[in-house]
């Protein structure tokens, strides 16, 4: 997970903070560059209950459709 963190702050994704405290404290959070892709991984998470709802449906309610409701 380090590793991935590190990568992530590398890219300008999240920002980290360390604290001079025993035992270590850091702290990571969302940059602005890494708040941008915030719709992206709600839209994501709206089609995998799209995805979900569809393929463990009754065949009756597979056939409806599934529209989407956000506005962006």
């Known amino acids: 997970m380090l590793q991935q ?13 360390s604290y001079p405290v025993v035992p270590p404290r850091v702290e990571y959070s969302l940059t602005e560059y890494g708040k941008s892709i915030d719709k992206l ?11 979900l709802i569809e393929h463990k449906a009754s065949p009756n309610q597979k056939k409806r ?7 962006f």
């Open 5 to 17: 963190l590190k990568k992530l702050e590398n890219d300008g994704l999240v920002a980290r903070k």
């Open 41 to 51: 991984f709600y839209l994501m998470e709206e089609w995998g209950k799209r995805y």
């Open 65 to 71: 459709n599934i529209k989407n409701t956000h506005n």
